[in-house]
T-cell receptor, first 114, second 112 residues
Framework: DAGITQSPRHKVTETGTPVTLRCHQT?????MYWYRQDPGHGLRLIHY???????DKGEVSDGYSVSRSKTEDFLLTLESATSSQTSVYFC?????????????FGPGTRLTVT | KNEVEQSPQNLTAQEGEFITINCSYS?????LHWLQQHPGGGIVSLFM???GKKKHGRLIATINIQEKHSSLHITASHPRDSAVYIC??????????????FGQGTILTVHP
């Protein structure tokens, strides 16, 4: 199994509060991704990183920001959580972007915004 | 219309049955992934393929690039195969970040 951990694994928070989710990898992979998984939508990309301090938006980035100050850590921040951000969040990593590289997924974080 | 469509959305089987899950996509791809997600669990990669057929234990994945279609087969199904199976494609021509587009998943339940 790829060495990917996510913290926290479960979180309940109130609308309007800031929330930060952490993804940590021990594989030294260059690419890191944050996805959210919702019923009826499948997995959707929020943000991704292609190196330290290099990040960009995915398809559902509104309301989220990210940071990557070290190769091993990719943080996802909800500046002011809303109920629509209740979801399961998955981090993934990859050595490269061509078809020969797989993406490996973390265990997920279940976030509930009340 | 989604770029990646899976069928069926839900599938119930008896232990020992042969199972097929289908994935159709509408874009040119460089690779297709089959992923497995157990209830409350993480996501595990089963196969990554760009042509032909791959086999791992009781699982077989096939792809027909011309027809833009892939199938995941499970032989001699077992209750531990109960999970969500997700198809994902990597678009040809690509992006700078290795974009994957995911199907909505097929929920498989295998009864003893």
């Amino acid at each position: 199994d790829a060495g990917i951990t996510q913290s926290p694994r479960h979180k309940v928070t109130e609308t309007g509060t800031p929330v930060t989710l952490r993804c940590h990898q021990t594989e030294n992979h260059r690419y890191m991704y944050w996805y959210r998984q919702d019923p009826g939508h499948g997995l959707r990309l929020i943000h991704y990183s292609y190196g330290v301090k290099d990040t960009d938006k995915g398809e559902v980035s509104d309301g989220y920001s990210v940071s990557r100050s070290k190769t091993e850590d990719f943080l996802l921040t909800l500046e002011s959580a809303t109920s629509s951000q209740t979801s399961v969040y998955f981090c993934a990593i990859s050595e490269g972007t061509s078809a020969m590289y797989e993406q490996y997924f973390g265990p997920g974080t279940r976030l509930t915004v009340t | 219309k989604n770029e990646v469509e899976q069928s069926p959305q839900n599938l119930t089987a008896q232990e020992g049955e042969f199972i097929t899950i289908n994935c159709s996509y509408s874009v040119g791809i460089s690779a297709l992934h089959w992923l497995q997600q157990h209830p409350g669990g993480g996501i595990v990669s089963l196969f990554m393929l760009s042509s032909g057929k791959k086999k791992h234990g009781r699982l077989i994945a096939t792809i027909n690039i011309q027809e833009k279609h892939s199938s995941l087969h499970i032989t001699a199904s077992h209750p531990r195969d109960s999970a969500v199976y997700i198809c994902a494609v990597r678009s040809m021509g690509g992006t700078s970040y290795g974009k994957l587009t995911f199907g909505q998943g097929t929920i498989l339940t295998v009864h003893p």
